[in-house]
Nanobody, 121 residues
Framework: QVQLVESGGGLAQPGGSLRLSCAASGRIFSLNGMGWYRQAAGKQRELVASITRSGITNYAEAVKGRFTIARDNAKNTVALQMNSLKPEDTAVYYC???????????????WGRGTQVTVSS
């Protein structure tokens, strides 16, 4: 019903930058909170950043001042600009969105398949 497709992962050097993008499509009545999570090898998935429909943002302490989340409500997209990357940022990054597929349906969480980000020299 709802698809989230991420793009923009890859390899970056420490101190470098990458930009992740996520596009939501399908049966979307309303697209509310959106965010990025990451999961490093052997660790639990954790919130990186989130943004409400009105633009209120929230960041994990580990990425504050380095990452910026932004969304385009008209295009149903969310992006994560990652600067000053560190090796510990290496993980699979997942896009998340809270979506209502119709006016009479409760909001539900949807996930992308993930995109690998590797920070290494």
């Amino acid at each position: 019903q709802v698809q989230l497709v991420e793009s923009g992962g890859g390899l970056a050097q420490p101190g470098g930058s990458l930009r992740l993008s996520c596009a939501a499509s399908g049966r979307i009545f309303s697209l509310n909170g959106m965010g990025w999570y990451r999961q490093a090898a052997g660790k639990q998935r954790e919130l990186v950043a989130s943004i409400t429909r009105s633009g209120i943002t929230n960041y994990a302490e580990a990425v504050k001042g380095r990452f910026t989340i932004a969304r385009d409500n008209a295009k149903n997209t969310v992006a994560l600009q990652m600067n000053s990357l560190k090796p510990e940022d290496t993980a699979v990054y997942y896009c998340n969105a809270a979506v209502r597929t119709d006016w009479f349906v409760n909001e539900d969480d949807y996930w992308g398949r993930g995109t690998q980000v590797t920070v290494s020299s």
